[in-house]
């Protein structure tokens, strides 16, 4: 079983400032796959970024970056020159590499705010 | 190429109905998972059907089941609705099993009354 946490509940930034989003998770798997997903007031879940476990580098989409620990098994997002609408519902999930049996398993959430 | 489409969008029943919910993947998609998503307990995996094949179950009581058909379009079910049935039911898709990028619809948001 996988279980991943993301202490935030709700984050605040500043339009065009840098925010960094925590995750950390917990797998027996040694090969799995992590995801940012952002919810927006549409509801519709939107894959952000996406990293291989067995890849050292980390992933890169734009202006959003992780930052992957995987000896800490922690894996932060960061949203660089933040913009109006990435103001949205940030979920942290993770999966075994062949999917699992308990399909994608998310974090609570991370609310982000953008300030004006 | 069109999203994965989820309706109804909105649902409202009674206390012991029953309701069905419709999922439609992405053109050649063959992989769809379900998940409820509620303000307690978060995002939880329901099932995933690949190939008209249950292909995992979380940890849900017998009243909500699925299927999938040959065009991979999928359906889920729940009944006896009882009041902590009420949530957003999110459905995905991906081209094989859910472990490489799935694409999620807009969800369809139940009210149990």
């Known amino acids: 079983a996988q279980t991943v946490t993301q202490s935030q509940p709700e984050m605040s930034v500043q339009e065009a400032e840098t925010v960094t989003l925590s995750c950390t998770y917990d797998?027996?798997?040694?090969?799995?796959?992590l995801f940012w997903y952002k919810q927006p007031p549409s509801r519709q879940m939107i894959l952000v970024i996406r990293?291989?476990?067995?890849?050292?580098q980390n992933a890169t989409e734009n202006r959003f970056s992780v930052n992957f620990q995987k000896a800490a098994k922690s894996f932060s997002l960061k949203i660089s020159d933040s913009q109006l609408g990435d103001a949205a519902m940030y979920f942290c999930?993770?999966?075994?590499?062949?999917?699992?049996?308990?399909?994608?398993?998310f974090g609570k959430g991370t609310h982000l705010i953008i300030q004006p | 190429k069109a999203g994965v489409t989820q309706t109804p969008r909105y649902l409202i029943k009674t206390r012991g109905q029953q309701v069905t919910l419709s999922c439609s993947p992405i053109?050649?998609?063959?992989?769809v998972s379900w998940y409820q998503q509620t303000p307690g307990q978060g995002l939880q995996f329901l099932f995933e059907?690949?190939?008209?094949?249950?292909?995992n179950k979380g940890n849900f009581p017998g009243r909500f089941s699925g299927r999938q058909f040959s065009n991979s379009r999928s359906e889920m079910n729940v009944s006896t609705l009882e009041l902590g049935d009420s949530a957003l039911y999110l459905c995905?898709?991906?081209?094989?099993?859910?472990?490489?990028?799935?694409?999620f619809g807009q969800g369809t948001r139940l009210t149990v009354v």
């Open positions: 999930a993770s999966t075994p590499r062949g999917g699992g049996a308990d399909g994608l398993t």
């Open positions: 797998t027996s798997e040694s090969d799995y796959y």
């Open positions: 990293q291989e476990a067995y890849k050292q």
């Open positions: 053109s050649g998609h063959r992989s």
């Open positions: 059907y690949f190939s008209e094949t249950q292909r």
């Open positions: 995905a898709s991906s081209t094989t099993v859910m472990n490489t990028e799935a694409f």
